[in-house]
């Protein structure tokens, strides 16, 4: 079946099968977002902008082409109004868990106080009901409030990258037409959990309105949005700019500029979208979106559920940063984490490089994995628990031996991933550490950051570290398009969005 997602496009698109394209409808875009020292509000009023709708040729850029209707979306989002240029009123979700206190220390409208309401003071009241409560207090007492013009929104994050150069992500946020993933039109690559679900979608009742961004890379190799964005942006202030814990630096521009606007539905018309981050957060927004139709209550115009607030990057952006994630094992029978019984087993289907710990042996093993990474060689460092003059890079050497493990179980770009081959030859053939012990994480914990993870075997907390590249943007849209879903805690892409710029309540 042909997908039917719908993203900031004006335009038909011709269907491959070659029958002809309904008319588009037009619809209004609207959004929020905070502006320096004025509070933004919105009189309700229906701007129609873009192109009169008219059929596309068919994609010829390597992304699928889509016969269906391509409506404006709308956005009816809500901004931090006067209070917006307090950097304690936003936060960063991935942080939620850790310094929730924190957050609620900082501000009385800190979205956290929403996000986590059950992190706060405890009164007995349902935490949702609480949640609800906080967000019609902000909105009536001028926290929140609509922008009055239909808008994208840019959005930069300025950060620290893995060498420690400085690099700007680049791209914005608006809404997207939600459909189930079996349409085609969007792709993801994790599998998620009951738990956050139910929990975003308890939330998304009480209130009426979703909070996180979902982050959508899109495919855009002529870079023509980047530039594109980069011109509606030179010579103007940004409308907001705030720092997060880590240093990032968060800048927001208001486009309303028609031009701009439609520009960016012509050139994300033709392509598929890739989840990046926030698969809980799309799914449970398709699940409500049902939930409210089948209801009769879906709304409508600016306030219909089947739209969800997005921030889009495309795919082959310079600033785009994904943090590899490595591997630390614990608990393993002594016989199988046994390290020269490891090695032996592993010089089966890979080529075992030896690096002396004495005269920077970790920093070595690190740079022959960039190596590799650069020659796109399937490769990762292993330091294991009782060896104290060594570590090793382990290199593929047999191709084969992938074919060998997975069968036609997977296809060949899932294949080809690092994390892939760690999981299957090395985790679960030689290891025995297979696909349930990954998801309740019974010999398996993960970290960021290299020098670390190794200290933790180095001190006997841990039994071995595998070190892994990180994956690459393309991969991500290679095994997605192919409608598998990757490993577990393949990809960490950095740095994280606030939640809390912007709001999307719906009419129901």
């Avoid at 738990?195 to 209130?207: E, Q, V």
């Avoid at 486009?255 to 606007?261: P, Q, R, S």
């Avoid at 943090?323 to 390290?339: G, Q, V, Y």
């Avoid at 200290?455 to 192919?482: D, I, S, W, Y």
């Amino acid at each position: 079946m042909p997908p039917s997602f719908t993203v900031l496009c004006g335009r038909v698109r011709t269907p491959t099968c070659g029958s002809k394209p309904s008319a588009a409808r037009v619809q209004t875009l609207t959004a929020a977002v905070t502006s320096r020292g004025r509070r933004l509000t919105s009189p309700g009023g229906v701007n129609k902008i873009g192109p009169k709708p008219r059929s596309r040729a068919p994609n010829t850029r390597g992304a699928a082409t889509h016969g269906r209707d391509i409506p404006l979306p709308s956005l009816p989002v809500f901004a931090q109004g006067r209070r917006a240029e307090e950097p304690g009123n936003a936060a960063l979700r991935q942080d939620f868990r850790r310094a929730a206190d924190q957050y609620y220390a900082r501000s009385e409208w800190n979205i956290a106080r929403i996000i986590k309401s059950d992190e706060g003071p405890a009164d007995g009241t349902n935490t949702y009901a609480k949640a609800a409560e906080l967000f019609r207090r902000m909105i009536d007492e001028g926290v929140l409030a609509r922008d009055d013009k239909p808008a994208v929104y840019a959005y930069d994050i300025a950060y620290e990258g893995p060498g420690g150069e400085t690099r700007v992500r680049s791209g914005f946020i608006a809404t997207a037409r939600l459909e189930d993933f079996s349409k085609g039109g969007v792709k993801p690559h994790e599998t998620t959990l009951a738990g956050p679900k139910a929990d975003r979608l308890n939330l998304t009742r009480a209130t009426g309105a979703s909070f996180g961004l979902i982050f959508m890379l899109y495919p855009d190799k002529e870079l023509a949005s980047d530039r594109l964005l980069e011109e509606a942006k030179r010579g103007r202030e940004p409308d907001m700019e705030t720092k997060d814990d880590f240093g990032a630096l968060h800048r927001v521009w208001v486009i309303t500029d028609e031009d701009v606007i439609s520009r960016l539905q012509e050139i994300l018309g033709p392509v598929d979208l890739f989840i990046a981050d926030g698969h809980h957060r799309y799914e449970t927004a398709v699940n409500y979106s049902n939930e409210m139709t089948a209801q009769g209550r879906g709304g409508s115009g600016l306030g219909a559920v089947d739209k969800g607030m997005m921030a889009f990057v495309n795919m082959f952006s310079k600033g785009l940063t994904v943090f590899a994630t490595h591997r630390l094992i614990h608990s393993l029978p002594a016989e199988k984490a046994d390290p020269a019984r490891l090695i032996g087993a592993l010089e089966k289907d890979f080529e075992i490089r030896v690096i002396p710990l004495a005269g920077g042996g970790e920093d070595d093993m690190l740079d022959l994995m960039a190596e590799a990474y650069k020659e796109r060689r399937t490769a990762f460092g292993l330091t294991l628990q009782g060896v104290e003059q060594e570590c090793y890079v382990v290199t593929l050497a047999r191709r084969e031996a992938v074919d060998e493990f997975f069968g036609d179980a997977h296809c060949a770009a899932y294949k080809s991933l690092d994390v892939a081959v760690l999981h299957g030859l090395v985790l679960e053939k030689t290891l025995g550490i297979g696909a349930e012990a990954l998801t309740r994480q019974t010999n398996v914990v993960y970290a960021r950051d290299a020098h670390s993870a190794i200290k933790r075997v180095r001190t006997g907390e841990m039994q071995m570290c595998f070190l892994m590249n990180p994956t690459r943007p393309e991969q991500v849209a290679e095994v997605a398009g192919a409608g598998e879903r990757m490993p577990q805690k393949s990809t960490d892409f950095y740095p994280k969005m606030l939640t809390g710029l912007t709001i999307n309540k719906f009419d129901v």
